[in-house]
Nanobody, 124 residues
Framework: QVHLVESGGGLVQTGGSLRLSCAAS????????MGWFRQAPGKEREFVAVISLSGARTYYADSVKGRFTISRDNAKNTAYLQMNSLKPEDTAVYYC?????????????????WGQGTQVTVSS
């Protein structure tokens, strides 16, 4: 069992930055890959980024590549999503999730545990 808690969301202007955190407890943090997803109002949840167990490999959705950076600190049991150059279309509830192995696959099916989400709103 893994418990995930996201934080760091809020209201920011276009072009601004936010850093989301995902604190994990339960299973050994370094034993699973971490992903970030988001869901905008009226839309399906979509993949944002994933990071491998050690942090050496990452993969991003095209919509955030070059603007967002996923990272993790296994000593702190925490994953991060640094979001720069934010746009109104980045407005969504952001979720972190775990899966037992790393892959570049963007589907949700491989993910086992999910956080409750944190709201990010980008004003124009």
């Amino acid at each position: 069992q893994v418990h995930l808690v996201e934080s760091g969301g809020g209201l920011v202007q276009t072009g601004g930055s936010l850093r989301l955190s995902c604190a994990a407890s339960g299973r050994t943090f370094s034993s699973y890959a971490m992903g970030w997803f988001r869901q905008a109002p009226g839309k399906e949840r979509e993949f944002v980024a994933v990071i491998s167990l050690s942090g050496a490999r990452t993969y991003y959705a095209d919509s955030v590549k070059g603007r967002f950076t996923i990272s993790r600190d296994n000593a702190k049991n925490t994953a991060y999503l640094q979001m720069n150059s934010l746009k109104p279309e980045d407005t969504a509830v952001y979720y972190c999730a775990t899966k037992p192995y790393y892959s570049d696959y963007a589907g949700e099916e491989e993910y086992e545990y999910w956080g409750q989400g944190t709201q990010v709103t980008v004003s124009s």
